[in-house]
């Protein structure tokens, strides 16, 4: 049986892995990291205190009505805007479909003309989720360039869509867990590829000699899992401005996996 120690495994094992009874899991943590095998959730303290300058490590998950990039500009893209703010706020499990239809001005009756069930509503927002942030590396990176620049670009890319879109980003490492095994290895592939994209420039940048030796796999956990915490602490009332996390992360990652 699959171990925390497994979170973290070569791409080579994944298919293994997916196979065990936690592997889906345990595959969530290892290639959109959240910490090993980390599917229980977790209290959260409230913020507390009267010192804005004091940056607090987590923040409850919260969604207000506001927070939203753009508005939706049809019903369905109001539910589901809907359902992921009061997923991330409350969690999948203590959201009901009444949650959402109250939120939305509907019957619950109304919702399933808009969806299947609830766990087909949690699939519609986490493969949306995962599609569009492998998009969005995918459009700020070229694969044929220099490699050390070009993981540069997906780290600044990584960055700045987990602070865009904490939402949906939190949503998905919180609940994957939430789907059943076969949802989950829908989701699988585009999770695989989002992983291989940096692992690859990780890769050719050691064939170059740009990076220190390593399982590139390990050194890409290492990179997302620094990365994709930001979600629950990137606050603007503490750091107003993202250029300035990108370029301490930047300097962290990159003189640390420098060769000596």
Same mark, same amino acid.
């Given at each position: 049986?699959?171990?925390?120690?497994?979170?973290?495994?070569?791409?080579?094992?994944?298919?293994?892995?997916a196979?065990?009874?936690?592997?889906?899991?345990? +595959?969530?943590?290892? %290639?959109? $990291? /959240?910490?090993?095998?980390?599917?229980?959730?977790?209290?959260?303290?409230?913020? *507390? &205190?009267?010192?804005?300058?004091?940056?607090?490590?987590?923040?409850?998950?919260?969604?207000?009505?506001?927070?939203?990039?753009?508005?939706?500009?049809?019903?369905?893209?109001?539910?589901?805007?809907?359902?992921?703010?009061?997923?991330?706020?409350?969690?999948?499990?203590?959201?009901?479909?009444?949650?959402?239809?109250?939120?939305?001005?509907? +019957?619950?009756?109304? %919702?399933? $003309? /808009?969806?299947?069930?609830?766990?087909?509503?949690?699939?519609?927002?986490?493969? *949306? &989720?995962?599609?569009?942030?492998?998009?969005?590396?995918?459009?700020?990176?070229?694969?044929?360039g220099?490699?050390?620049?070009?993981?540069?670009?997906?780290i600044?890319a990584q960055?700045d869509?987990?602070?865009?879109?904490?939402?949906?980003?939190?949503?998905?490492?919180?609940?994957f867990?939430?789907?059943?095994?076969?949802?989950?290895?829908? +989701?699988?592939?585009?999770?695989?590829? /989002?992983?291989?994209?940096?692992?690859?420039?990780?890769?050719?940048?050691?064939?170059? &000699?740009?990076?220190?030796?390593?399982?590139?796999?390990?050194?890409?956990?290492?990179?997302?899992?620094?990365?994709?915490?930001?979600?629950?602490?990137y606050?603007?009332?503490?750091?107003?401005?993202?250029e300035?996390?990108?370029?301490?992360?930047?300097?962290?990652?990159?003189?640390?996996?420098?060769?000596?």
């Open positions: 049986m699959a171990g925390a120690e497994d979170a973290f495994l070569p791409c080579r094992d994944l298919a293994l892995l196979s065990t009874p936690r592997g889906p899991c345990l +595959l969530a943590s290892c %290639l959109c $990291y /959240y910490g090993p095998a980390q599917c229980v959730r977790e209290v959260v303290p409230t913020r *507390a &205190g009267k010192h804005k300058s004091v940056p607090k490590p987590l923040r409850p998950r919260d969604a207000p009505r506001g927070g939203a990039k753009t508005k939706p500009t049809t019903r369905l893209e109001e539910v589901l805007q809907s359902a992921a703010n009061i997923f991330f706020s409350k969690g999948f499990h203590a959201t009901s479909i009444e949650d959402v239809a109250r939120d939305v001005g509907m +019957l619950k009756g109304s %919702l399933y $003309y /808009y969806i299947k069930s609830k766990d087909d509503l949690l699939f519609q927002l986490l493969m *949306a &989720g995962i599609e569009d942030g492998d998009a969005y590396i995918a459009q700020h990176i070229d694969v044929t220099d490699p050390l620049e070009q993981l540069e670009r997906a600044r960055i869509y987990i602070i865009q879109n904490k939402v949906p980003f939190g949503l998905f490492l919180h609940e867990d939430s789907l059943s095994g076969k949802r989950q290895h829908k +989701l699988i592939s585009v999770m695989s590829r /989002y992983n291989s994209r940096f692992v690859e420039l990780v890769r050719r940048g050691q064939e170059q &000699g740009q990076l220190m030796e390593g399982e590139p796999w390990i050194i890409v956990n290492g990179i997302l899992g620094m990365c994709n915490w930001l979600y629950r602490w606050d603007t009332d503490n750091v107003s401005d993202p300035q996390v990108k370029q301490i992360f930047l300097k962290m990652i990159l003189d640390g996996i420098r060769p000596r």
